[in-house]
């Protein structure tokens, strides 16, 4: 089945500094690939995703590209905020019907 | 447009006990997926609903079932408590019963079993 490997945290960082989260995956086919931030106390939410080999998804200074080659979707933003701490998820979502999700990577962001 | 919504938020239990939680799904979206989520660690996959059948389903046992009703919206009911049931359950919604759409989480309810 599907699953997914995502770098151990806790990750620890001042504000400013360069974000990288690395997620590789393996999956049946040509999975989506999908980062979901959970806040303390709240549910997933998207952060964004790609379904194509080569694809960027981008949101909120929040980058990653779909390397089809390495099995990998890493998370990078460049200059990290306070507000940006949570945990992030990294899921690969294939051509059956659910998303894989590995432990989560807790970012937190120190002012 | 209306987010996914889950009621209740938090719920105490006992062993033995059973339970019953409520979601209802995005407009427009005609599946819900249920994830439970243990402390510390990521979402599982419980099952799916598409259509109002059950279209796939992890390693639960039996005691965890559920329903999806002709709005779409949806139930999990777990029987038969056991303290491990203790987490956070998340449920979420997309068109289409695939893993490749993307699939928008609720708030989630807290449920803890004594």
């Known amino acids: 089945g599907d699953s997914v490997t995502q770098m151990e945290g806790p990750v620890t960082l001042s504000e400013e500094a360069f974000l990288t989260i690395n997620c590789t995956y393996t999956?049946?086919?040509?999975?989506?690939l999908f980062w979901y931030v959970q806040y303390p106390g709240e549910g997933l939410q998207l952060l964004l995703k790609?379904?194509?080999?080569?694809d960027k998804g981008s949101n909120k200074g929040f980058e990653a590209t779909y390397r089809k080659e390495t099995t990998s979707f890493h998370l990078e933003k460049g200059s990290v905020q306070v507000s940006d701490s949570a945990v992030y998820f990294c899921?690969?979502?294939?051509?059956?019907?659910?998303?894989?999700f590995g432990k989560g990577t807790l970012l937190t962001v120190n002012p | 447009e209306t987010g996914v919504t889950q009621s209740p938020t938090h719920l105490i239990k006992t062993r033995g006990q059973q339970v019953t939680l409520r979601c209802s799904s995005q407009?427009?979206?005609?599946?819900v997926s249920w994830y439970q989520q243990a402390l510390g660690q990521g979402p599982q996959f419980i099952f799916q609903?598409?259509?109002?059948?059950?279209?796939g389903r992890g390693n639960f046992p039996p005691r965890f079932s559920g329903l999806q009703f002709p709005n779409y919206s949806s139930e999990l009911n777990v029987n038969a408590l056991e303290l491990d049931d203790s987490a956070l359950y998340l449920c979420?919604?997309?068109?289409?019963?695939?893993?490749?759409?993307?699939?928008?989480f609720g708030p989630g309810t807290r449920l803890l079993v004594l």
């Open positions: 899921a690969p979502g294939g051509s059956n019907y659910k998303l894989t």
């Open positions: 999956a049946t086919g040509y999975p989506s």
């Open positions: 790609a379904t194509k080999a080569d």
């Open positions: 609903y598409y259509r109002e059948e059950e279209n």
């Open positions: 407009s427009g979206h005609n599946t």
């Open positions: 979420a919604s997309s068109v289409g019963g695939e893993g490749k759409e993307t699939q928008y």
